[in-house]
């Protein structure tokens, strides 16, 4: 364990963290320490009193953020747009060539008429 010095509301405050955690104490120190000086002159409040309003700040804050609706993901990934007819086209016109050459292709052979 690790003494951690805060100081919030003009107020020293020693306690004990567990090695590795004093920066993150001393940021929640800092949060807690805003909030009081937030609350203004609190000179003739107690410091239980005190920190019992920068709690409840806290606390408030934390209620709305938990109170947010989650974001909605959208159900389905919109569809693709359809290709443009001119691409539609294109493609249409390049495959019926590419068959008539498969079919070209798989033609026998003719016998060469010279070889006759």
Known sequence: MTN???AIGGRSLTISVAAGEEAHAEMLGRMIDD???RLGNMATQGEARMLLFAALMLAD???EVHSRPAPVAPAEPPAPAAPPPELIARVTNLAE???NLAQKLALPLEPDAANA
């Open 35 to 37: 909030r009081v000086r």
């Open 97 to 99: 060539r590419v068959e």
């Open 4 to 6: 951690v010095t805060l």
């Open 61 to 63: 804050e934390l209620h």
